[in-house]
């Protein structure tokens, strides 16, 4: 029996880790056609290595791009059109964290770079997929927000504005292309087991960053960080087209926290 996404053509953006990887082994399970979009070219195919040993006989473009250059993200996403044809699910989930500093301390430098990356390339992706989409008649996107976005983060100015901005362009993309048969939703995770929170709890304590994630999860109603594979089955659902009425959702996925006083 084929999966849910037989003969669908699926984007990925941070596609060679991460939450970007977990979602690209999930949809290879069911069947998608990927176009896997990262900065560096050995994430990629460590990713494509990984989803051909799911889904030996799934088609797999990796695409080398910077998600803050606008011209980039055109190149990616005419890259798809020319060789799939149509983009039906776009994970636009590319992002860093930055570094960890007070308001006052916080290098302009690093806060140029996570909005650029974290906020612009959000909004290019919405920007030139959307363009496809609404000619297709549909499609659905996920982007990835975070509790950041939804929850003030200690120390974490950039990332924080950065995913409150993609709270809100969510709510705008849904609200504007819903006539077409598109649907915009985004996730919020809290502390994903990832290289990009491994580094995050670095930060806090360089010697042992497992102490400083058994500090933090003690603060968390499930008492456990969350597993990237997860987040997979998440982005799934929602770029599957089984609830095409649920649009303009963030949606948090982080044990409990977000919900917490």
């Known amino acids: 029996m084929p999966g849910r996404f037989k003969d669908k053509v699926v984007v990925i953006t941070g596609g060679g880790s991460g939450l970007g990887r977990a979602a690209a082994l999930q949809l290879a399970q069911e069947d998608a056609t990927l176009a896997l979009v990262d900065i560096k070219m050995e994430g990629l195919e460590e990713t494509k290595k990984l989803v051909a040993e799911k889904s030996p006989a799934g088609e797999v473009l990796l695409i080398t791009a910077d998600v803050s250059d606008e011209v980039a993200v055109q190149r990616y996403v005419g890259d798809t059109m020319e060789r799939f044809g149509r983009i039906d699910g776009f994970f636009n989930n590319a992002g860093i964290e930055g570094k960890q500093a007070l308001t006052e301390d916080y290098d302009s430098s690093v806060f ?12 290019y992706g919405l920007k030139h997929v959307l363009a496809v989409m609404k000619q297709q008649g549909s499609g659905y996107i996920v982007n990835t927000s975070s509790v950041g976005g939804i929850r003030a983060v200690m120390n974490q100015i950039a990332y924080g504005a950065s995913k409150h901005a993609v709270a809100g362009m969510t709510k705008d993309a849904a609200i ?9 939703n985004a996730i919020a995770p809290g502390a994903i087991l990832t290289d990009m929170v491994i580094g995050s709890f670095k930060q806090i304590n360089p010697d042992d960053w497992k102490s400083a994630a058994q500090e933090f999860v003690k603060d968390n109603p499930a008492k456990r960080l969350g597993n990237p594979e997860e987040i997979g089955h998440l982005v799934a659902y929602l770029l599957s087209g089984e609830s095409p ?7 948090p996925i982080d044990g409990a926290q977000s919900a917490k006083y």
């Open 112 to 123: 140029d770079k996570v909005i650029a990356i974290n906020l612009k390339g959000v909004f």
């Open 176 to 184: 504007e292309y819903a006539e077409y048969g598109i649907s915009v």
């Open 245 to 251: 009425f649920l649009n303009g959702a963030i949606i």
